[in-house]
């Protein structure tokens, strides 16, 4: 057999055994991994780029930053919460809602949100009430506040739970 000088390996294999053997080779040759062993963003970051996500309707990317964020910094559980209302699954912002509640107590929204869930839902109307009191007395000039607790106590009144 003779070769030329532009090519001077003889081929006598099919073309498609040989793409598969450089495909073979090559997939062989994976790029090196690289592996974060320290988050290069604070837990702050990570709840603004949730934020980010958030207003996108990126809501599963938000919940993964917001989870990224919780351990470090308690109102993660807050933005967690709020996700959960907004779909619908209220028992799950309701786990949220009383974690923020208890590991940061002096953070009214937790306290103003939970109640306000529970107005809508119309459940744990009395429970809303004194969840509503406690946003007040913790910042009594948030009109958001107020409102909640007015709105709150009117329910009550109307469905006779005095």
């Known amino acids: 057999m003779t070769t030329t000088d532009s090519n001077p390996l ?4 099919p ?3 040989i793409l598969f ?7 062989s040759c994976a790029l090196p ?3 974060v062993l320290h988050d290069p963003l604070s837990p702050e970051e990570h709840i603004n780029l949730g934020l980010t996500y958030e207003k996108r309707g990126e809501i599963e ?3 993964e930053e917001y989870k990224k ?8 559980y ?8 907004g779909k619908g699954e209220y028992s799950e912002a309701e786990g949220y809602y009383r974690k923020v509640i208890k590991k940061k107590p002096d953070l009214a929204d937790a306290y103003n949100n939970l109640a306000w869930m529970f107005y809508r839902s119309g459940t744990n109307l009395k429970e809303a009430e004194a969840l509503s009191q406690k946003a007040l007395e913790l ?3 948030n009109d958001n506040y107020k409102d909640t607790f007015k709105a709150i106590g009117e329910r009550i009144k109307q469905e006779g739970f005095d």
Do not use: R, V
């Open 69 to 76: 964020a919780e351990k470090d910094l308690p109102t993660a």
């Open 10 to 13: 003889p081929i006598k294999a």
């Open 15 to 17: 073309f498609h055994l």
């Open 33 to 35: 991994k690289i592996i």
């Open 21 to 27: 053997f450089f495909f073979l080779t090559t997939a």
């Open 78 to 85: 807050l933005y967690l919460g709020n996700i959960y209302y």
């Open 61 to 63: 990317g938000a919940i």
């Open 139 to 141: 910042d009594p000039s």
